[in-house]
């Protein structure tokens, strides 16, 4: 198994400021454990989850 190393850290870091934007939510107090354990019911990450149900929605909304 790869060692997790700085070098690695550095290339995660330079491709997550690359490719990636970062969006922060406030949550109500609480609730992000249950939304967390309701993901993985469903086999997701949260962030998977809340992409994943805003593209559904935009493809409704598009299709009206």
Do not use: F
């Not at 406030?26 to 997701?44: F, I, Q, S, T, V």
Request: net charge positive; glycine share 4%.
């Amino acid at each position: 198994m790869a060692k997790y190393d700085e070098k690695s850290k550095e290339r995660t870091m330079k491709y997550m400021k690359e490719k990636r934007d970062k969006l922060t939510l406030n949550l109500p107090k609480g609730k992000k454990d249950e939304y967390k354990e309701h993901a993985n019911r469903k086999g997701k990450s949260l962030t998977n989850l809340i992409v994943d149900l805003i593209e559904d929605d935009m493809k409704n909304t598009n299709n009206q």
